[in-house]
DNA sequence: CGCATTTTTGCAACGTTGTTGCGAATTTAA
DNA sequence: TTAAATTCGCAACAACGTTGCAAAAATGCG
């Protein structure tokens, strides 16, 4: 896809979920999808964006989350991460059944869309809502 | 489990990771051997001991993790969660592959040590060495 | 046991991540 | 174009976690 398009398709989503087209709005949105399946961290888009103000950055991405356009990713290190959703999340409801990967070498993490976390049979009395399952382990890039 | 079979018990396990004995050691971990089953946060620790030290936990519990006494449990909040390990896990060397729960409701983060996290086939390249699983929904008690 | 050595603890100070209030700037809608 | 609503940047704060260092406690040995 075309940064163009990328561009043209954010200014729709945002509309699209009852946001104003703000500057900062799109550049965030742009880089999720400028590399689709790749979580980030506030502290990526901060460094990504120089000039951007911290707080700004940690409203956009609340907003993004409440209105179904990202998604976090639990992890072991405290900080929170963030992924684009797939167009069948809607605002107050996600539909991110997929399972993560995090690369220990180069610490990227990677949604992958494709694998869908497997059901497991809970003891008496636990009702699920939710499933995450996290996979760590080395990238097909940190293996050639 | 008594209450003195657990001190007992504590000391020795502190030996054979060749730990002093100390009495912040064992309060500490008295804490996780009241009620095997459940995770502790910092937070928690801190707020049941009432006079320790904030550093002290912090220390307490990175010792503990690296000599395979605890594992740590991802969560979408920013806190580490701790839980005791089975007696296979050894310093640097963890054998956790079971599933957590963690009910919405009532905060509790359970370790369900008889449930397996399922394997999963990943993409080409791919290489796993850790798998983490965490359901987040109701517990038994609240259930009820 | 008594004593020297090693380890742990508490305190203070600092760093990072995330939140809140508020006035200025931008976006939206008329 | 203009007024209302929303968003942005700044400052200040809060929570969680880390580091350095001196006092206290635990360990090992004669
Ligand atoms: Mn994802
Ligand atoms: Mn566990
Ligand atoms: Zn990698
Ligand atoms: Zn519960």
Redesign the interface.
Known sequence: MSDTNNIDKIGQLLRQGGMSVTEKRVQILHLFFAQPGNALRHADIEQQLGSMDRVTIYRTLHTFLEKGLLH?I???D???MYALCKDECHEGHHHDDH?H?LC?QCGVTIC?D??V??Q?????????????????????TC?I
Do not use: D, H
């Open positions: 976090t639990p992890n072991a405290g900080t929170a399972v990967f220990s992958l494709g694998i976390v497997p497991v049979k809970l003891p008496q009395g636990y009702a699920a809502r939710q499933m995450e399952m996290v996979i760590s382990g080395t990238c097909q293996n």
